[in-house]
Each structure stands twice: as C-alpha cells, then as structure tokens.
C-alpha cells in the first residue's frame, strides 16, 4: 500500500445506511459537481440546498428544545440550530426569538409549548399548544410562518405583527397588531384587519369566533417593539444580503472594512489572539450531521455563510460574505475542512484527533452531509497549504481528541495551534462524512440541564388545524448505528489512486517537519484568553450563570449577566431573571461606518450607550500579500422590494 493515497471514506452501502438516500451520483458526476460548485465570488456555499433550518436568535430565561431525534429535552443556547419536528418550550421567566431568514421571525412568550412541524420558505408552519406567539413579517407576508392551534390557523397577510394564544384550556385568541390576518378553518375562513382580536373555541372543523375587546399592550409587545429594531440595522446595511439570519448582530460586534482584494470586510472585535470556530461545540444535528453552534451572540451569519480569512496588515481574523446580488445563499452547518490525526480504536474508529480549519475566500466547500459526500475521498499525505490557506494562518488550525469532540465537548477558546506547530504530512484530509461516530453528548447545545419543561404529550392530545406534522425523524440512537457501520464499512476500503509524492511539492509550499502536539494534551496554542466569549460583551449565552466545562483550561466562574442600552418601560415582576446582554435593546450609539483608513478594533468590547475610544495610528506599513482569487466587485445595492 502506498503512502501517498487516496480512500474512500465511506462506501455505496454504508453511506445508504447512514443517510437513507435512494440513489447515488457515480464518482466522476460527484467530483465534477463540486468542481462546478457556486461561482467563486459566491462565497463557495453549497450548490445544493439541504433541510430549511431556523436560528434560535434570543434564549432569555427558563428556555429548552426537545430535537425531533431524541425523547429528552436539551437547554437552549443562542445560535441554536431548529428542524422541523423540535419542540420549544418556555417557562414562567421564558421568552425568546426564533429567526427563519432575515425578514421572518416567530417571538414566543411566556409558558410557550410550540412545535416546528415544517420549515420550508415557501410554507412555514408551527403548532402552538400553550402560550403566545408574534409573527412578525418585514417585507411582506412571503416566508411568515402559519401558526396552528386546536381550533385555527392564523397567517399574516401582508407585513406585519400578529399576536396568536391559547389558553390553558384550549381557547385561542388572534390580535393583529400590524397588517393583516387570515385566519382559516377546515370549512371557512376571515380577513382580520389592525387592532383586532378575536377568541375561538371548539374543533378546526366548525370553531367558534366571537370578536372581543383588543388586547391591550403589555411586556411581551414591548420585547417585540425593540426586537423590531434591531431587524431594521440588518436592512441599513449594503454590505450583506438582508436575507441571512444574524446579519442584524454584525454592526453591533464589529465593524465594516474595504480590502482592496476582497472588497467590504466584517472584522469583529475580539482580542488579537482571536481566531474563528474556537468559542462554541459541535453538534449532531440529523441529516447534517456534525454543526458548530457558536458562543458568541453574532456567530450565526459569519459561520454559516461566507469566509473568512487572515488580514496581515491588520494582524486580525475579517470575514467576507457573499455577495448582496446573490440573495440569501444556503445554509451550510459549517465552513472548515476537517483534517484527522493519527491511529487507535475506540469512539474514532481509527482516528485520535481531528481539527479543522476554517475555508479561505474562493476555497472550495466539500459537504460531509447527503448523498455529495458519498462518494468524497479522503487525502493523505498532501500539501495542506495548497488546500486550505488558513492552516498557516495565526490559529488557524484548531485540534482536539476524537473523543472530545463525538462528546460534544463544549470548547471555550479551543486549542488553536501556531503555524509550524502541527506536522501536517501526518494529517488526513476528509472527504465526505466525518469519520467519527457521535456520541450522547453530541445532542446538547450547553453543559447544563434544561429548566423548562417539554409537555410533547400537549401536541398528541389535542387536534390541531392546518396540516400533519413532516415525516418521522429517525432516532439519534438509529442515525449513531448507521454511521457506525459506514465508518467501519469505509476502514476496509483499499486505497484507489495516489497523489504526487511529497518530494514534487514546490520548495517554498514544503510542509514543517516539526514533530506534532498531542491535541489530547494541548499542544503548542495560542494560551486561553481570559472570560468566556461572551463575558467580553458583559454578558452570558444564555441567561444563565452556568460554569461551562473546558477542557484546555481551568474552570471559571461567569460574569454576572450585564444590560446594554436604554431599557423598556416595561419591567418583569418582582422575581424577574437577569437578561443576557444580547437580547433585545437596541444599543443607543448609531453605527458609524469607519472611514477608509482602518482602526484596529479594541480588544475589549465596551458596551453600547458608552463611548467606545479607538485606539489611534494607521494602517501598518506590513504588506499585504497577493490576492489568491480576482476581488469581489462592489456589493450592489439591495432591493428589498
């Protein structure tokens, strides 16, 4: 066998078994249809669109998500991923934000039991048995969600807010805030205009509607007023498609800079040894299979979309989104290559570490999700820098243990190695599924136990209007099992072509002979800044004061949640729970644009409604290495209409 090699990953059966796909492209087909992938100015995300997924974008209070997958609740987390079939429940201190894109969102109140039965733009739809809901529509009523409950369906009519409850014994209300409504049933429906309510008791079949006084304004309206202005930065802004959830967050974290090589520029403030895909963990998610779930409160857009790349003239880690003319690019549960280390049994079967490394501008972007990654050979004994760019870039790279990371090991400021650190001739390069089978942990998204609880049996007891819930979602157990056995179908595999030797690399490409850190062990990493990702904003996750776990460093105490901004009127009771900094007041500086010259951001973050002192100086006098791809033209202005 040679060592310079190429294996498939997973074969025909195994990748059947894993995914339950019907039909497969041959090898050939595959590999030219990644080739021929989205245009590279595109930002590389996938040709192909899989299962529509939400952002949990706000957790305040008592917060828990049932996963279609499993029957245990799990403690919900900001930038949580949502598919259809999960449940979202609230307590008496609950209230949070689920966002569909850009221009769609669904607010839920106190004591909410609602379920995601179908997420799907073209109609989205969710049961609500308990509690109260807001949707909101901006620009229209294309892509609101439908809500159902035991006597009606409620959807928007045009943009607008809609306010729909149910009772504790099963009454429904409808309050049109803004807008239109259409409420419907099994043999009839009606138009409602702004500043209506209505009540309805009794089966969808023939409910009973009465109008009634209009709901006056209370705490939950005041969430979703300021909820709405933090909607509108994402509109301001020309730099980024208003259409990708999160992009709200980036004036707020960061700020917008022109590189003459890739055009406008997102740059986050963080400290200077900052890299990305270091706060957070990695989750199963079914049908994607391995997703990041970031810490910190802007991390949705920057990791599902886009790129990033090191700026040596800045010394600092930018993020390049694709462009405006492109609209809402797919969704993608990651941007990195993932790359494995070394020999031995156990969860890895076969591997005992893996790393990642997160794409570079015009990178292409090789699923390890659906049938694409069925037939995705894995590298050995490659020129990684010719691969991925940001392997030798200041911390590009970021390793730890296959066990670690089947567990979902939650990873503060996760060990991310200098150049030169890692001997990358020992690396294997994945292609196609990810070869490590996921465990048990791999299904939360925060160490903590989850403190509102999921009534499932609500939504099986009573019938709603509007359609069924989606098909089943196979169990977590089932999909472990399945990608167990095309990981142990895959390691039999032959080897089928070779590469160039190490020797025909070019001089200055050459990789370090450097002898590889133990990942289990930490290595040689930038050290662990001090405070969560979160505490450099002056805030928590998730609301919480919860002590996270980490494994590269010693235990920490939280900061106590802080507040930002100027705060509603409105006030919870006397018991009220502390709100994480990133919830719902829109800081009250206005965004500036910097101007041409760049100021490097403050490694601490002051809180907004405070002066916020840049350091002065320009740009330094370093230059800046070639362009590896043309630029990006100049993003076009959006046109929302």
Aim: neutral net charge.
């Amino acid at each position: 066998m040679h060592s310079c090699s190429i294996r498939r990953l997973i074969g025909v059966a195994g990748l059947a078994a894993l995914l339950g796909a019907s039909a497969f492209q041959p090898l050939a087909a595959s590999a030219q249809a990644d080739d021929q992938g989205p245009p590279p100015d595109a930002g590389g995300q996938p040709a192909v669109a899989g299962p529509p997924v939400a952002r949990l974008s706000i957790v305040d209070g008592e917060f828990s998500i049932q996963r279609a997958d499993s029957s245990e609740p799990v403690a919900a987390t900001v930038n949580a991923p949502l598919q259809q079939n999960d449940y979202v429940s609230t307590g008496p201190t609950g209230r949070g934000e689920i966002q569909f894109d850009g221009e769609n969102a669904l607010r839920v109140d106190n004591n909410v039991q609602l379920r995601l039965i179908d997420l799907d733009p073209q109609h989205r739809e969710a049961q609500l048995a308990e509690g109260d809901v807001d949707i909101r529509s901006f620009h229209g009523a294309a892509g609101a969600a439908q809500i159902d409950t035991p006597s009606l369906s409620v959807r928007p009519e045009d943009a607008g807010s809609v306010r729909v409850g149910v009772t504790q014994d099963g009454q429904t209300r409808v309050t049109v805030r803004s807008g239109r409504a259409q409420i419907f049933w099994q043999n009839g429906s009606q138009e409602l205009g702004a500043g209506t309510t209505i009540a309805a008791t009794g089966n969808p079949e023939e409910p009973t509607i009465t109008p009634i006084e209009t709901l006056a304004a209370d705490e939950f309206d005041g969430f979703n007023r300021t909820r709405d202005q933090h909607f509108t930065v994402a509109f301001d802004d020309p730099n980024v498609s208003d259409q990708i959830p999160g992009t709200g967050d980036l004036a707020q974290y960061g700020q917008w800079q022109d590189d003459p090589s890739y055009g406008q520029v997102w740059v986050p403030q963080t400290p200077p040894d900052w890299s990305p895909y270091t706060d957070g963990n990695w989750v199963w998610e079914p049908t994607y299979g391995y997703t990041w779930v970031s810490y910190e409160p802007w991390g949705w857009a920057p990791y599902h979309y886009g790129r990033w790349y090191y700026n040596t003239a800045w010394s600092r880690w930018a993020w390049t989104p694709p462009p405006v003319r492109y609209g809402a690019p797919h969704y993608a549960p990651a941007l990195v290559g993932f790359v494995t280390f070394g020999a031995g049994g156990g969860v890895s079967l076969g591997f005992s570490s893996i790393g990642w490394i997160p794409l570079g501008p015009h990178e292409i972007y090789h699923p390890w999700w659906g049938s694409r990654a069925a037939w995705g050979p894995s590298i050995t004994n490659v020129n990684i820098r010719a691969v991925y760019a940001n392997a030798y870039a200041p911390h590009g790279f970021v390793g730890v243990s296959a066990q670690a990371f089947a567990n979902g090991h939650v990873y503060r400021h996760a060990t991310a190695y200098a150049p030169g650190a890692v001997n990358f001739r020992e690396a294997t390069i994945v292609r196609g599924p990810v070869p490590v089978a996921p465990g048990a942990g791999s299904l939360r998204f925060a160490a903590r136990t989850p403190a509102a609880a999921v009534r499932a049996n609500l939504f099986e007891e009573r019938t709603f209007a509007g359609n069924a819930p989606a098909a089943h979602v196979a169990s977590f157990a089932a999909q472990r099992a399945q990608a167990v056995a095309a990981i142990r179908q895959s390691a039999a595999q032959e080897p089928v072509r070779e590469l160039p030797p190490a020797s025909a690399l070019r001089a200055n490409e050459a990789v370090p002979e450097t002898p590889r850190s133990s990942f289990a062990n930490g290595g040689t990493a930038r050290g662990t800044a001090p405070g969560d990702a979160w505490s450099r904003f002056n805030a928590t996750r998730d609301g919480s004061s919860h002590e996270r776990p980490n494994t590269q460093a010693p235990s920490y105490s939280r900061q106590a949640t802080g507040s930002y901004g100027t705060r509603p009127t409105y006030s919870h009771p006397a018991n009220s729970y502390s709100r994480p900094a990133n919830s719902y007041d829109r800081p009250a500086n206005a965004y500036n644009r910097p101007s041409a010259s760049y100021a490097r951001p403050s490694a601490s973050y002051a809180r907004p409604g405070q002066s916020y002192a840049r350091p002065s100086g320009s740009r330094p006098a370093a230059s800046r290495p070639a362009p590896r791809a043309p630029s990006h033209p100049a993003p076009a202005s959006k046109d929302r209409r």
